[in-house]
């Protein structure tokens, strides 16, 4: 009598043994000499399973080591429409899919309606420590009867549901891929690199949810999300959600002319770079014109030359006079009201700081610190706040009224961060 099929997982893939049908059954399952037994990607294990059913083949299945668990919320609360329709979108594409949500739109807060709905154990992948922590704060306020542990920052637990850091999950993807039923990747735009897809292709989860703001990316793998996690199941944009799930808000656009002196500079350093670039041939409207760029100037004495003219020039852009003079109006005519100041690097932040007294928060400020510094802002001892792009992604901001952004990289993901951390609407 012929055994029956057994399906195994094996360090990021699945062994099917014996073959069902012919060595060419299917196009995903390859067969491995080595073992005398079919070999499958771990990301395949659904459409597997679904094609033995389909063929009517008797299997034992023993690769799945995820628990089916009972998640009760401690509080019941009323989600948004957009929420309920996000949700209902990505069951109805068979729980795996892309949800589009501007930032403080309750990305979070759909997550844990997706893990009520599907009941599995689950992996929360997040890009930064900070988002980690309070990701894992908002699960045990959610769920109290459930062990919630952490993988990255020196911890490593053990638990049905798991929040890591996208590094951490990719380091252990081999052996945490058979464990969860249920991913979810925050900010999932992070997914699509060499080393961070890992996390989805060796992992069985048969329910994958992908959140994120803007899923774009500038060298085109978003297109590799419907892969890894499924397709956009949903999307809405600020404007979609204002007066609703985030605030009313309006955008003022003030134009800041360089002065004589500045801009008679930012000419002639201009010049000095584009003279170079066009004498190498060398175009940086894109990525890759960017490397050739970085790699000429290292050549030669023109070329560092054209470099640093390249850094002063942009430079004066980020934080001309006229900026700050513009900066210290808008101050006093929004004063006290919680202002954020936004700026596109470190050395503008540090001069922000010490011409107006601003408490600021950089990728250099200390965990403890920065936790400090947004608590005195929450409270109102801060009114003020300066910082580059730690606060874009990540990191909870406490109801701030106005935002002022003075530079910026003028991609669409950082202007949607950016806008979200004074969108947000508390419920009563």
Known sequence: MPRIPTLTFDRG??????????????????????????????????????????????????????EQLELVPSVEMQPYEHQE????????????????????????????????????????????????HQWYANLKA???????????????????????????????????????????????HHLPTDFFRAIAEYAIAPYRLGLTATPDRTDGRHSDLHFLIGPTVFSKRPE????????????VQIMVKLSTEDGDRYRELMQIRNDFLKQSNIKISSLEGWKKFIMASARSPLGRGAMLAHNQAKAIALCTEGKLRVLAE??????????????????????????????????QTPVKERHEILDRFRSGEYKTLVASHVLNEGVDVPDARIAIVLSG??????????????????RC
């Open 13 to 66: 893939t699945l062994l099917l043994h014996p073959p069902p049908r012919g060595r060419d059954w299917v196009e995903f399952a390859t067969w491995d000499d080595r073992v005398e037994k079919f070999r499958i990607r771990a990301i395949h294990y659904r459409p597997l399973v679904e094609c033995l059913q389909a063929d009517s083949i008797d299997f034992t299945d023993e690769a799945p080591a995820y």
């Open 85 to 132: 329709q996000a949700l209902t979108a990505w069951q109805q594409a068979g729980s795996q899919g892309v949800v589009v949500l501007p930032t403080a739109s309750g990305k979070t807060y759909l997550a844990q309606l997706a893990m009520q709905a599907t009941c599995r154990s689950t992996l929360i992948v997040v890009p930064t420590l900070d988002l980690m």
């Open 142 to 188: 959610a769920f109290p009867q459930i062990e919630i542990g952490l993988l990255g920052g020196g911890s490593r637990d053990k638990t049905p549901i798991l929040v890591s850091t996208y590094d951490s999950a990719t380091i252990h993807a081999e052996t945490l891929g058979n464990k969860y039923g249920l991913l979810v990747f925050d900010e999932c």
């Open 240 to 251: 979609d959600l204002a007066g609703d799930a985030l605030a009313e808000h309006k955008i």
């Open 330 to 363: 808008l101050l006093a005519k929004h004063y006290p009201q919680r202002t954020l100041i936004f700026t596109a690097d470190n050395a503008t932040v540090y001069r922000i700081s010490q011409a107006f007294l601003i408490p600021t928060i950089t990728h």
């Open 409 to 426: 990289t003028g991609s669409e993901r950082e202007y949607i961060q950016r806008l979200g951390r004074v969108c947000a609407k508390q």
